[in-house]
């Protein structure tokens, strides 16, 4: 679960908010109750949300393991080249 505060001036933040709130067990804790220590009801939503993350495509942990054992190997310069 996931609690999070409101960034308004930030570009990415009203995609962000939304796909948290269609695809996350999570909860937006406004600026005030941040700051005066008031999270336990935003606390008890993310808990209690019957949301769930969308499922990962497995996979990327081979591609990124090749990867790593290419920078190993050769370095940084042999990976960027293959």
């Known amino acids: 679960p996931l609690v999070y505060v409101p960034r308004p001036a930030f570009p990415e933040y009203p995609y962000l908010s939304d796909w948290l709130r269609s695809n996350a067990p999570s909860c937006e ?31 990327g942990e081979t591609g ?5 054992r290419g920078a190993l190997a ?8 293959g």
């Open 29 to 59: 804790l406004d600026r005030e109750a941040f700051r005066q220590g008031d999270w336990r009801d935003a606390l008890e939503a993310a808990l209690a949300s019957t949301q769930t993350y969308p499922p990962c495509p497995a996979g």
């Open 64 to 68: 990124a393991a090749g990867i790593i």
């Open 74 to 81: 050769g370095g940084l310069a042999a990976v960027e080249k």
